[in-house]
């Protein structure tokens, strides 16, 4: 099926009870056995859910995996990602990844016996120098928060298949209908589904999905074990918000492309961060492994003071973290989502006091684009 179809039929049929189109909220924290020792499939909510399920089934289907497991948040995906590792283990990760999984990282899993090394992931070869006989994963993000570096995916999962890696990608800023890590070669897809998939800035959500049957048994045990289910009404949310994936993704990168291109000729901007650019360094990359450019964008405006004055005069689009929604949101990374990272750090990583992200949202370009041309008139 094409993607559309997958996005709004996969995982879902019509409630057999009533022929209801929409996969019912199933509010029930348990399930009434018919006999001992027997069961009709469910025993207790955080084991199985209904509504869970066809979310899970529809986004293995997305992503292309064996099986997809969901999470009450992005970042409680992403420990149970981190699950299929024990103590002594070595990680070799992306150095520009969210500010919360470096948080995660660094100050709690560290205390667990797993390290880190954090590099460009651009850079494969200096990915192999960062190596050891302990490393057991390779985890990106790609294209990267909120400087929008990309790391090849074909090339991670050839050097992780020869080193004997699992290699985990978060996909939240592409979303399955721009990339698909798993068919690339990856093992593991992470995603927020707080953002493009379910689109609507109204529920927190993760998922993890699997290429192979083995991590998935491991994840499907953890997400049991550990309990940090995803809701069925939240489940239900992300339903309804992929139904609509493909027709958002697309008018989402249409505003992208748009308000990218008009910013880098602004006068008053520097250094637009944009796959789609041509300006871009890595956009022939960006072009074989992703089937369209996103609509996230990060720029600089020269100074912590430059970039509160613009932000406080936008009227339009919201000052406020998280991205993915239907309406634009805008933020400044080195205080609000990359806080948690050590200033020098920070700088390191092109994290400037003067740069400004936006998730662009679906309302119409022009209105948008009046919005940013007010606030940098302040400047
Ligand atoms: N991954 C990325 C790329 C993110 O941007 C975020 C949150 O902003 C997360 C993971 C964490 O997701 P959540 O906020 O749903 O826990």
Redesign the pocket.
Known sequence: MGFSTDAIHAGQEPDPTTGAITTPIFATSTYVLPALGKTKGYDYARTINPTRAALEKNLATLEGGAAGYCFA??????SAVMTLLRAGDHVVASDK?????YRLFERVLRDYGLDFTWTDTSDLAGVERALRPSTRMLYV?TPT?PVLTLTDLRAAAALSRRRKLILAV?N??MSPFFQKPLALGADVV??????FLNGHSDS???VVVLRGKAHAARIQFVQNAAGAILSPFDAWLVLRGIKTLAVRMARHEENGRAVAAWLAKHPKVRGVNYPGLPTHPQRALARRQMSGFGAMISFDLGSYAKAKRFLDRLRLCSLA???GGVETLISHPATM?HGSIPPADRKKLGITDGLVRISVGIEDAKDLIADLAGALRAL
Not at 73 to 78: D, Y
């Open positions: 948040s992005g970042m409680a995906a992403i990844v969210y500010g919360g999984t993000e928060n978060d939240t800023f992470v995603h927020s589904t707080t953002k927190l959500g993760g973290e998280s991205l989502t």
